[in-house]
């Protein structure tokens, strides 16, 4: 058994919590209600707007291939809603926690000016060290990599030879997903974090492939990713899919003058 040939990884649509958070993060704090910041995660609806970016990556996926031989999805009610309003033709949903949400623990759903006061030093290590810090009593990416992702991709090297997996979750576990089948360094995987370009926006679908897509040969490992997101075009009022080109990647290999150079690029912290 092996990997999936097509692996099609989508994260939701946009939710009601991504909407508090966003006007939040422009300093607009109305909608940190006292019955909304007692909402489960898992709780969490899609907004018309994400119910128009899935059927729209959703068109897009069933343009690309009519039917897949699984269809994996994140229990949260966002990602239910997701799957369900794609309407993937003859669908046959898995529910598997492995593909929940990151913990954000006990800073979910609170304001910023509550975190940087309540946890100041949790806050400061979250901006200088976004792969490994955990919120408080949370998960780091590089928990939600190391337990989460790995068991997912266990099971679909068990299960899934020559297959194609169809899967619905959440922005930070694709992170997560990138950085484990990508092997990327610390220090790519903080380039990615802070580009604009790899944002993993809502219904961005990552698909991860073992064919390679100028001459159909396959080979053993995941070597392949092309990234589809849906954009709204404001010239027609409508939501299209902008896809990027195929890009190959390989497991990183390091010599021991690699190694140096790397260390070199970091300056000491101690006069010593």
């Known amino acids: 058994m092996g990997m999936p040939l097509d692996l099609y990884v989508i994260r939701h649509g946009e939710s009601e919590a991504n909407v508090i958070v966003q006007a939040g993060e422009q300093g607009d704090n109305s909608l940190y209600t006292q019955d909304n910041v007692t909402v489960p995660d898992r ?12 059927d729209c990556i959703g068109r897009w996926l069933v343009a690309q291939q009519q039917l897949f031989d699984r269809y994996l999805v994140s229990p949260y009610v966002r990602t239910r809603e997701t799957a369900a309003t794609m309407a993937l033709p003859k669908a046959r949903w898995e529910e598997t926690r492995a593909l929940r949400e990151r913990s954000w623990g006990e800073i979910n759903t609170i304001t910023k000016d509550e975190f940087k006061n309540n946890y100041s030093r949790n806050w400061m290590f979250k901006a200088t060290d976004p792969l490994y810090w955990r919120p408080p009593a949370g998960e780091s990416i590089a928990d ?14 068990r299960k899934s030879d020559a297959e194609s997996v169809v899967a619905v979750t959440h922005g930070d576990f694709m992170l997560a997903l990138m950085l484990t089948l990508e092997d990327l360094s610390d220090e790519e995987f903080l380039r990615r974090a802070d580009a604009p370009e790899w944002r993993i926006t809502n219904c961005t679908c990552l698909h991860y492939s073992r064919r390679d897509p100028n001459t159909g040969r396959t080979s053993k490992r ?5 990234t589809a997101r849906p954009v709204y075009v404001e010239e027609t009022g409508r ?29 000491p912290h101690l006069d010593l």
């Open 43 to 54: 709780s969490w609806r899609l907004t018309a707007t994400g119910r128009k970016q899935a």
């Open 144 to 157: 939600v990599s190391e337990n989460r992702v790995h068991n997912m991709l266990t099971s679909l090297n």
């Open 222 to 226: 995941v070597r392949w990713e092309q």
């Open 239 to 267: 939501w299209e899919v902008k896809v990027e080109p195929w890009r190959e990647f390989q497991r990183p290999v390091m010599s021991n003058g690699d190694l140096v150079d790397v260390v070199h690029a970091v300056d």
